[in-house]
């Protein structure tokens, strides 16, 4: 467990410096709300990283051993392209801060592969699974109080290359923890497939990937599109039709040129009764809180025009804090409800909670007054003016956070009992894969539709969508109830 929280901080910590922390960077720089929008895409190797996963599961580092080794080397990789970013000024280099972006978000992608195996595989009785995620959940969270809230914090004081250059430190100093301190996983040999025909099939992959970026592109062009076109509804058509016909293509290339491991993974986790539902309820259960937070530090400062700080305070260090509640209260509940109530009860208290952010964009800051938090220093931290917390948006941030940590727990409950312990690292890749569709690509369609709507709609629009994600666990009620049924008597799979 000790193991587990460490990964999941170090699994945390990267995910806001390419999310809500770059987002407050982004705005404070003086980037448009649709163009930071766009800028969400940076994250899209969270939903591709299913893709190079099998050869994580197919080769093993030096010294380290197959999970600990590729994590330490992620960490080390992170730790180098933090500090390059650092350097880099979004406003006057956008293009090659959105390619140190993605560089940070596929190492990121990376580590969390192998931590999500690792976790996965360390944890053989599904017993335990519920109070795995709940400790992994935590160390997570307090890793985005750090990047997300804190970060904000010492921007006010420092500066933004500042803070990642810190951040960059911190990662340094996990891999050294990594390497030294977690415990080794016996007899959890690399799988047994051709070493060529997996490197081949990954090349394949890639080109795939770029066949179908490309066929997609000149496609839309011969419909007469215009790539150059500044309307942010054709920019979006362009974004999506890439991605969209971007993703089989390297699938089938993957499929021809013998990629072994990905497809023997993939083709064990569809041989399960209702794989294809399943991907569906994970894309659609958090949808309704992805589109919520996906652009919630731009709409506090720019929107609402709260301060770095007191986004920092509110919505990350507090917000973040509540989330951690959530998630050791949702892992406690656990015990009682089992996974399919857990699912359906913190499902419906994320869908209400979105209702929060309608009432506060409705009424804006100030309708339930404020309180002021005084000048402090903690040495790691220090808010050096005074700051005006607004009751609602407290309110909001912890309703919002407390069932978000809560739908968390159960969600990855979910994902752990989906995986087959012989290709864990491609498995859970793939099902986090698909929970982080919604995060990634809901974020350039939330940046249209908050400029072209409006705050008040666009939160109401969110509360909507995540109806379906509710209705989808009741609908695969028999089947979650499966997954934590007793397992029967019979030979391990290693």
Same mark, same amino acid.
């Given at each position: 467990?000790?193991? =587990?929280?460490?990964?999941?901080?170090?699994?945390?910590?990267?995910? *806001? %410096?390419?999310?809500?922390?770059?987002?407050?960077?982004?705005?404070?720089? !003086?980037?448009?709300?649709?163009? /930071?929008? +766009?800028?969400?895409?940076? !994250?899209?190797?969270?939903?591709?990283?299913?893709?190079w996963a099998p050869l994580m599961d197919r080769f093993e580092p030096p010294w380290l051993g197959r999970r600990r080794g590729w994590v330490a080397l992620s960490q080390l990789g992170l730790a180098a392209t933090l500090f390059f970013m650092a350097g880099v000024a979004p406003a006057a280099q956008p293009a090659l801060?959105?390619?140190?972006?993605?560089?940070?978000?596929?190492?990121? *992608?990376?580590?969390?592969?192998?931590?999500?195996?690792?976790?996965?595989?360390?944890?053989?009785?599904?017993?335990?699974?519920? #109070?795995?995620?709940s400790v992994h959940v935590f160390g997570y969270r307090l890793a985005m109080i750090v990047s997300g809230g804190i970060a904000l =914090?010492?921007?006010?004081?420092?500066?933004?290359?500042?803070?990642?250059?810190?951040?960059?430190? =911190?990662?340094?100093?996990? *891999? %050294?923890v990594t390497a030294l301190a977690t415990p080794r996983i016996a007899g959890n040999a690399p799988l047994k497939t051709d070493a060529g025909n997996d490197l081949r099939g990954f090349l394949a992959m890639l080109l795939g990937v770029l066949a179908g970026y490309w066929i997609a592109r000149l496609a839309l062009q011969g419909l007469g599109f215009d790539i150059d076109d500044r309307n942010r509804w054709v920019q979006l058509l362009f974004v999506v039709t890439e991605i969209a016909v971007a993703l089989p293509m390297a699938w089938w290339?993957?499929?021809?040129?013998? +990629?072994?491991? #990905?497809?023997?993974?993939?083709?064990?986790?569809?041989?399960?009764?209702?794989?294809?539902?399943? #991907?569906?309820? =994970? /894309?659609?259960?958090?949808?309704?809180?992805? +589109?919520?937070?996906?652009?919630t530090t731009p709409f506090l400062i720019k929107g609402m025009a709260f301060t770095q700080a007191e986004v920092g305070i509110a919505n990350k260090l507090i917000g973040l804090w509540l989330t951690i509640l959530g998630g050791i209260l949702g892992g406690l509940l656990m015990l009682r409800l089992k996974l399919y109530r857990a699912l359906l009860l913190f499902g419906v208290l994320q869908l209400v909670s979105n209702l929060g952010f309608y009432v506060l964009a409705s009424l804006g800051r100030g309708a339930w007054g404020s309180v002021m938090v005084q000048p402090f220093d903690w040495g790691f931290m220090a808010l050096t003016e005074p700051a005006a917390l607004d009751w609602l948006l407290m309110t909001v941030i912890a309703g919002e956070n407390i069932t978000g940590g809560m739908g968390t727990v159960a969600f990855v409950g979910l994902l752990m009992g989906l995986c087959n312990s012989r290709f864990t690292a491609t498995h859970?890749?793939?099902?986090?894969?698909?929970?982080?569709? !919604?995060?990634?690509?809901?974020?350039?369609?939330?940046?249209?539709?908050?400029?072209?709507? !409006?705050?008040?709609?666009?939160?109401?629009?969110? /509360?909507l969508i995540a109806v379906p994600g509710v209705v989808m666990v009741w609908w695969m009620r028999a089947a979650i109830r499966a997954l934590t049924a007793p397992a029967t008597s019979g030979p391990a799979d290693d």
């Amino acid at each position: 467990m000790a193991a =587990i929280l460490l990964l999941g901080f170090a699994s945390g910590l990267p995910l *806001a %410096l390419t999310g809500q922390a770059m987002q407050a960077w982004l705005t404070v720089d !003086g980037v448009d709300i649709v163009t /930071i929008g +766009f800028l969400g895409l940076v !994250g899209l190797p969270y939903t591709f990283k299913f893709l190079w996963a099998p050869l994580m599961d197919r080769f093993e580092p030096p010294w380290l051993g197959r999970r600990r080794g590729w994590v330490a080397l992620s960490q080390l990789g992170l730790a180098a392209t933090l500090f390059f970013m650092a350097g880099v000024a979004p406003a006057a280099q956008p293009a090659l801060f959105a390619a140190a972006a993605v560089l940070v978000a596929f190492l990121s *992608a990376s580590q969390d592969v192998v931590v999500d195996a690792y976790r996965t595989d360390l944890l053989a009785d599904k017993s335990e699974h519920g #109070l795995g995620a709940s400790v992994h959940v935590f160390g997570y969270r307090l890793a985005m109080i750090v990047s997300g809230g804190i970060a904000l =914090i010492w921007a006010d004081q420092w500066d933004w290359p500042t803070v990642y250059r810190t951040m960059a430190a =911190i990662m340094l100093g996990l *891999a %050294l923890v990594t390497a030294l301190a977690t415990p080794r996983i016996a007899g959890n040999a690399p799988l047994k497939t051709d070493a060529g025909n997996d490197l081949r099939g990954f090349l394949a992959m890639l080109l795939g990937v770029l066949a179908g970026y490309w066929i997609a592109r000149l496609a839309l062009q011969g419909l007469g599109f215009d790539i150059d076109d500044r309307n942010r509804w054709v920019q979006l058509l362009f974004v999506v039709t890439e991605i969209a016909v971007a993703l089989p293509m390297a699938w089938w290339a993957a499929k021809k040129a013998r +990629f072994e491991t #990905l497809n023997a993974s993939l083709t064990s986790y569809f041989a399960q009764s209702g794989a294809g539902a399943f #991907l569906l309820l =994970i /894309i659609l259960y958090k949808l309704g809180d992805a +589109f919520a937070g996906s652009l919630t530090t731009p709409f506090l400062i720019k929107g609402m025009a709260f301060t770095q700080a007191e986004v920092g305070i509110a919505n990350k260090l507090i917000g973040l804090w509540l989330t951690i509640l959530g998630g050791i209260l949702g892992g406690l509940l656990m015990l009682r409800l089992k996974l399919y109530r857990a699912l359906l009860l913190f499902g419906v208290l994320q869908l209400v909670s979105n209702l929060g952010f309608y009432v506060l964009a409705s009424l804006g800051r100030g309708a339930w007054g404020s309180v002021m938090v005084q000048p402090f220093d903690w040495g790691f931290m220090a808010l050096t003016e005074p700051a005006a917390l607004d009751w609602l948006l407290m309110t909001v941030i912890a309703g919002e956070n407390i069932t978000g940590g809560m739908g968390t727990v159960a969600f990855v409950g979910l994902l752990m009992g989906l995986c087959n312990s012989r290709f864990t690292a491609t498995h859970y890749a793939l099902l986090s894969a698909f929970a982080a569709v !919604g995060r990634i690509y809901v974020s350039p369609l939330s940046g249209v539709l908050s400029a072209s709507l !409006g705050w008040p709609v666009f939160f109401l629009f969110s /509360i909507l969508i995540a109806v379906p994600g509710v209705v989808m666990v009741w609908w695969m009620r028999a089947a979650i109830r499966a997954l934590t049924a007793p397992a029967t008597s019979g030979p391990a799979d290693d």
